[in-house]
């Protein structure tokens, strides 16, 4: 009797619990309300990479290659070009650059060199100056393209665009030479011709002069052959002599010799200190002549 009562109130207690579960999953069912299947949505993705990550990446600056340098642009200063862009490869020099440029740049560029600065005599078709006192030449290339190469010579290169935007290069330059410019010796050439002997030329009868010098009243001017001066004297037939003593005692002008006398073809007889004689020699010949007051005293002339 006691193991029906256990086994009845045990099946009770089992009834209860189903119950009370039932009981709760319907609470729980009612308050969720009614189930509702949820829709499958299919989304199509653009292709970002094409049309957004790609021009980002265009953007990127590009690496630069081995070998090469890379220069970017500032406003041209030159005047009348301060709308456009330049990068100087190679600044102005004296000297003369020659050699290949090899470029790539951001966009079309133009190739300029510049030669100079230039004379203000000089009238070239095209000219840039950063100053208006200091003139170059220009010289302007416009391939229309941005990547190529180029031979040039002047004495500045630089690349160039018509743009107010900046731009970059990237550049090598193969065969680079620099010329020093040609130094003229001015004082070798002045030298030389001050070497070269001129041929007197005389125009019609020329007048040649003859000085007694002072101190020839005393022997000795004739060691040295200067008792006239000059003592020997060469001229055309027509042209005439003038003797001048600058010295304080008188002289002769006699020709002939001390040995021999005089000649008889001009004789000036005294001539006082300050005092002068003149003789046209008409005829060719070679003529002695000496001071009858110093006979150590002697010259001659030839007449052509």
């Known amino acids: 009797m006691a193991s029906i009562d256990k086994a009845a109130i045990g ?8 119950g009370v579960a039932f009981a709760f999953m319907g609470d729980a069912t009612q308050n969720a309300g009614p189930s509702v299947s949820t829709p499958t949505v299919t ?15 265009e953007e990127k600056v590009k690496p630069l290659k081995a070998g090469y340098e890379r220069a970017t642009s500032d406003q041209d200063p030159g005047i009348g070009h301060e709308s456009h862009q330049l990068a100087v490869l190679l600044a102005p020099s004296e000297n003369t650059y020659s050699g290949t440029l090899i470029y790539d740049a951001s966009e079309n560029i133009q190739l300029v060199t510049l030669r100079g600065p230039i004379g203000a005599d000089e009238k070239p078709a095209k000219t840039w100056t950063p ?3 200091t003139i170059f030449e220009l010289t302007f290339v416009d391939p229309k393209n941005a990547k190529g190469e180029w031979a040039f010579s002047g004495n500045a290169l630089a690349v160039h665009t018509m743009k107010t935007t900046s731009f970059t290069v990237d550049y090598k330059i193969l065969d680079l030479t620099e010329t020093e410019p040609m130094v003229v010796e001015l004082e070798e050439e002045v030298s030389v011709i001050e070497a070269v002997p001129m041929e007197k030329t005389p125009v019609g009868p020329t ?4 000085e007694m010098p002072a101190g ?6 004739e060691e040295t052959n200067s008792c006239y001066s000059p003592a020997d004297i060469t001229i055309n037939a027509g042209d005439t002599i003038e003797w001048v003593n600058v010295d304080t005692a008188a002289h002769t002008v006699t020709g ?4 021999d ?3 008889g073809v001009f004789d000036s007889s005294l001539v006082m200190g300050g005092g002068s004689y ?3 020699f008409d005829d060719a010949g070679s003529h002695d002549y000496f001071c009858m007051v110093h006979p150590w005293m002697v010259g001659s002339v030839t007449v052509n």
């Open 11 to 18: 099946f009770s207690i089992a009834i209860v619990a189903i």
């Open 43 to 57: 989304r199509t993705v653009e292709p970002v990479m094409e049309e957004k990550v790609k021009p980002l990446m």
């Open 131 to 133: 100053d208006g006192e």
């Open 207 to 210: 007048t040649y002069t003859v």
């Open 216 to 221: 020839t009243s005393v022997p000795g001017c």
């Open 256 to 259: 002939g010799s001390p040995a």
């Open 261 to 263: 006398g005089p000649s």
């Open 278 to 280: 003149s003789f046209t």
